[in-house]
């Protein structure tokens, strides 16, 4: 399996692109700005949308995916969600305000898209990667996913503050061999974090001193201009970890 990073800043602005990363050809792992980054071929190429939780950063290119490529699909793209993010979707998104839905177009009966709920803890599974909603704790409902493969297992968090379940979660997985997990804010910035339910260094260090599990860790959905003062926080904070920040165009591999 091949995980393309097509986007991984806090936001946008001098080639930061927001949250999507690409599994193999034919997969995403949420669709924020990232998308825009892949040609049309490769968007006509994209079945699967595992979505992690509703917030624009994380969402605002699905729609215009089905616009650009639905006509040309045989088959509708598929959105994997939790079903509480797929409700927020339906009502917030695709409601014929903000964007047409294309559950409907060109007809119920044979739509552009479809919605498929995807509870906690249920697995799905596509050839040889089977992806697993895990519980994390954010300020809409929100899941981490785990992509298992027959070479190990990677998890990403989405957007998350600290949370036992997920600790127990990736505890629970013995052949972790990354983790992609967010901090966005500096340690000054915490009552920030805590506000919107994201990790900053020190919360994140707590996070990591409880696995038993020693994978690969690299961080995600820095805060543009704060990355750097980020990443030395986080380093200091815990020296025991190799925490290393995501690059876009990076590219990780379980084989």
Known sequence: MKLTILGCSGGIGSGRHTTSFLVDDDILIDAGTGITTLRF???????HVFITHSHLDHV???PL???AVGEQRTSPVVVHALPEVLEILAEDLFNWRLW?????IPSVASPWLRFDPLPLGAMCTLGQRSFTPLPVQHVVPACGIQIRTPAGSLVFSGDTTQSAAFVSAL???????????ETSFENALADIARESQHHWPDSLAAELAGLSVHPEVWITHLKPGNEAAIMAELRAAAPAWDVTALQQGQVIRLD
């Open 41 to 47: 071929e490769q968007l006509l190429a994209i079945d």
């Open 60 to 62: 605002l290119g699905l």
């Open 65 to 67: 995916l089905l616009d």
């Open 100 to 104: 047409p839905d294309f559950r409907a």
């Open 171 to 181: 505890n629970a997985i013995p052949d972790l061999r990354h983790l992609i997990i």
